[in-house]
């Protein structure tokens, strides 16, 4: 089996090409040009240095949320056009989800953060049993002073990573008594690795999508939309 996996829901950029249980190229950035630059150039760069035939990828695999809008519509679009035009299906991956399994069979309660602004965070909880990772809560949105009461009432050893951390370390740290860690910087971004692990697993199961059907999942509104809404309402009353 082989699975072409995408991430570009942050302002990580992250593809690989996984063959029977091998991760044989990996390709992350994150530096400050857009995913419009550097997605499509990443995919080819890494196809022609494997020497990949595209017709040989059974799958692929993309984060389909939630994140940065533009960033996962991008990646969206970009696993869309790859699966249309070689007729395969994708394997669509929740971003927490991803970003937890870099932790594989860890012995933390794993909690990945994405900064969603005005002291949200795009979240999750998890927990390996063994090697089997066990969804503790499903991602979401919420405040971070409500993370960090829910944490402390769980009271077990947490292992923080994702770009929520650099913006809410300082608050964790003040407000936090449970133990507590930050991921290295080896672990503690999105990477097409973990990706495509889960995209493996979850394509042996079957949970796989037609090209067609595939949508990212923001789990709220855009702040154009979220604006509007709010213009809306203010003209009623």
């Given amino acids: 089996m082989k699975i072409l996996a995408i991430d570009s829901s942050s302002m990580v950029a992250t593809v690989g090409i996984w063959e029977d249980d091998v991760m044989v190229a990996e390709y992350t950035?994150?530096?400050?040009?857009?995913?419009?630059?550097?997605?499509?150039?990443?995919?080819?760069?890494?196809?022609?240095?494997?020497?990949?035939?595209?017709?040989s990828v059974d799958a692929i695999a993309i984060?389909?949320?939630?994140?940065?809008?533009?960033?996962?519509?991008?990646?969206?679009?970009?696993?869309k056009g790859i699966?249309?035009?070689?007729?395969?299906?994708?394997?669509?991956?929740?971003?927490?989800?991803a970003?937890?399994?870099?932790?594989?069979?860890?012995?933390?309660?794993?909690?990945?953060?994405?900064?969603?602004r005005r002291s949200q965070v795009y979240t999750g909880l998890y927990r390996f049993d063994g090697t089997k990772m066990e969804t503790m809560k499903p991602q979401c949105i919420m405040m971070i002073q409500d993370l960090v009461e829910e944490l402390e009432q769980m009271g077990l050893?947490?292992?923080?990573?994702?770009?929520?951390?650099?913006?809410?370390?300082?608050?964790?740290?003040?407000?936090?008594?449970?133990?507590?860690h930050f991921a290295?910087?080896?672990m503690n971004r999105h990477r097409a690795a973990a990706v495509a692990s889960l995209a493996a697993m979850y394509y042996r199961e079957g949970k796989t999508e037609t090209a067609e059907e595939?949508?990212?999942?923001y789990l709220r509104a855009s702040q154009a939309e979220r604006e509007l809404k709010a213009k809306q309402n203010n003209d009623k009353v």
Avoid: W
């Fill in 29 to 55: 950035i994150n530096h400050k040009k857009t995913h419009s630059q550097t997605l499509l150039p990443m995919i080819d760069e890494i196809v022609k240095m494997t020497e990949t035939d595209m017709e």
């Fill in 63 to 79: 984060t389909g949320g939630p994140g940065s809008y533009t960033g996962l519509r991008i990646g969206s679009a970009t696993a």
């Fill in 83 to 97: 699966g249309l035009a070689i007729n395969k299906p994708i394997i669509n991956i929740p971003t927490m989800d």
């Fill in 99 to 116: 970003m937890a399994y870099n932790f594989y069979s860890s012995q933390y309660l794993i909690c990945p953060m994405m900064d969603a």
């Fill in 157 to 180: 050893p947490v292992m923080f990573l994702g770009d929520g951390v650099p913006v809410n370390r300082e608050f964790i740290d003040q407000t936090m008594k449970v133990e507590r």
């Fill in 184 to 186: 290295p910087a080896s």
């Fill in 214 to 217: 595939h949508k990212p999942d």
